[in-house]
């Protein structure tokens, strides 16, 4: 079985203006598969790992041969990320999140604004490449965290909400160094219906 890109939810120029059709096209054609060709090729001497589901390999890497643990812990990541990167982002986002996912928000967190604080503070502190997330962690309880490269909190035991990709290809083009303004763009696409699936699932 070889990994392949999952059907775009929507046209690459559906996020305008706040994302760009050019940035999500080589996001999705370019980086995005080769996290996939990578995964695959690294897998091809495995099939016995290979027919593992991903997300069991990256919440227990070490059942990874370590031959290829690395580049499954960062391809595999790639690919695991990305996936799910095109569903929390959509052209028709409610702006606040709505449900038990925004009455629980409030609870950990204070208030929805503080929320947004803490990831975006996430965000910003990641030195390089990584992500921003809020996850259930593995006590149960919503947090907000970030990775480095494209390590997933699935490999921390928690599972991820909502996913906010820093790395540079994800916003030079069109906002160049100006990371801040992207994560404040970005606020305004995020698909707070697929958090909720995400979250009676987590749970
Ligand atoms: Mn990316």
Not at 7 to 34: C, G, N, S, V, W
Not at 83 to 90: C, G, H, L
Request: net charge negative.
């Amino acid at each position: 079985m070889k990994y392949t890109l999952p059907p775009m939810p929507y046209a690459f120029d559906a996020l305008e203006p706040y994302i760009d059709a050019r940035t999500m096209e080589l996001h999705y054609t370019k980086h995005h598969q080769t996290y996939i060709d990578n995964l695959n090729a690294a897998l091809q001497d495995y099939p016995e790992v290979a027919a593992i589901p991903l997300s069991e390999l990256l919440a227990d890497l070490q059942m990874v041969p370590e031959a290829i643990r690395t580049a499954v812990q960062n391809n595999g990541g790639g690919h695991e990320n990305h996936s799910q990167f095109w569903q929390w982002m959509t052209p028709t986002s409610s702006a606040m999140p709505k449900d038990q996912i925004a009455s629980d928000i409030i609870k950990v967190f204070g208030s929805f604004e503080q929320f947004k604080q803490q990831m975006n503070d996430a965000a910003k502190k990641r030195f390089g490449s990584g992500w921003a997330w809020l996850v259930v962690n593995a006590q149960g309880t919503l947090e907000v965290s970030s990775t480095a490269n494209q390590d997933t909190p699935l490999t921390a035991g928690a599972c991820p909400l909502l996913g906010l990709d820093v790395w540079e290809h994800a916003y030079y083009l069109k906002y160049q160094n100006r990371r801040v303004d992207y994560m404040s763009a970005w606020w305004s696409v995020v698909n707070w219906d697929y958090v909720h699936q995400l979250y009676k699932h987590c749970k």
